[in-house]
């Protein structure tokens, strides 16, 4: 099997190498840019299988890389953020981002998500059942595609399985440890941020009656009546 490629996108050269360190010892080949600029142009050169993409950057910032890599080619991307602003991290989902991790992490932690994350594509690959229809919005697993009133929605890879998982337990009110568990590959619950923002993504996406929130304990997709 190949080895995976990754692109580090950190103007910070202290962080960024730290990082590139961390993943070839995980095994991964990395590419480092340290600007918008070179950042998409490195992208579109490398063909990377993930982005580790910093927010803060000169020439243009994390948002608009992100914004032009995933107009090129979807590619799980995970943002690295100083500021543990909700509307920082809505704004990067909306985006494309697949996860994010707020300054200062662990390199263990940042490790953990990348392969997590990759995991999650090659699940992905795998055969797929019919297409799940709920009222007017039509989730087609085989080509992972969504569509709303026949328009295609564009949505990241942790937003569709978020959404499949939730749609094969339609009215079942699903716990966000759970939720961590099952979508993200997390078991130690501490990302409950990260559950609450993808569902606010989908809910402005796909309309806010569509999941239901259980309060202190989770989430219910809603069968249209």
């Given at each position: 099997m190949n080895e995976r490629r990754v692109l580090?996108?950190?103007?910070?050269?202290t962080i960024a190498e730290s990082i590139a360190a961390r993943l070839r010892a995980e095994g991964f080949t990395v590419q480092i840019a340290a600007d918008g600029p070179s950042a998409v142009a490195q992208f579109h050169a490398g063909q990377p299988d993930l982005v580790v993409l910093d927010v803060m950057l000169p020439g243009?910032?994390?948002?608009?890389?992100?914004?032009?890599?995933?107009?090129?080619?979807?590619?799980?991307?995970?943002?690295?953020?100083?500021?543990?602003?909700?509307?920082?991290?809505l704004v990067g989902l909306a985006v494309g981002a697949d996860d994010y991790l707020t300054k200062p992490f662990s390199m263990r932690e940042l490790a953990a998500r990348v392969?997590?994350?990759?995991?999650?594509?090659?699940?992905?690959?795998?055969?797929?059942?019919p297409a799940i229809r709920l009222g007017d919005i039509e989730i087609n697993e085989a080509e992972r595609r969504v569509r709303r009133d026949g328009t295609d929605v564009h949505l990241t890879p942790t937003?569709?399985?978020?959404?499949?998982?939730?749609?094969?337990?339609?009215?079942t009110v699903l716990p966000?440890?759970?939720?961590?568990?099952?979508?993200?590959?997390?078991?130690?619950?501490s990302g409950t941020r990260t559950v609450d923002s993808h569902i606010k993504a989908l809910r402005?996406?796909?309309?806010?009656?569509?999941?239901?929130?259980?309060?202190?304990?989770?989430?219910?997709?809603e069968l249209p009546s």
């Open positions: 580090v996108v950190e103007d910070e050269r243009f910032d994390g948002l608009e890389v992100c914004r032009r890599i995933q107009a090129e080619r979807p590619v799980p991307v995970l943002m690295l953020t100083a500021r543990d602003d909700e509307n920082d991290l392969h997590v994350l990759l995991r999650r594509v090659e699940r992905a690959a795998t055969p797929t059942p937003e569709f399985d978020l959404l499949v998982h939730l749609a094969g337990r339609p009215r966000r440890e759970r939720l961590l568990a099952d979508v993200w590959g997390w078991v130690d619950g402005r996406k796909l309309g806010a009656g569509l999941i239901r929130t259980v309060h202190g304990v989770g989430y219910a997709l």
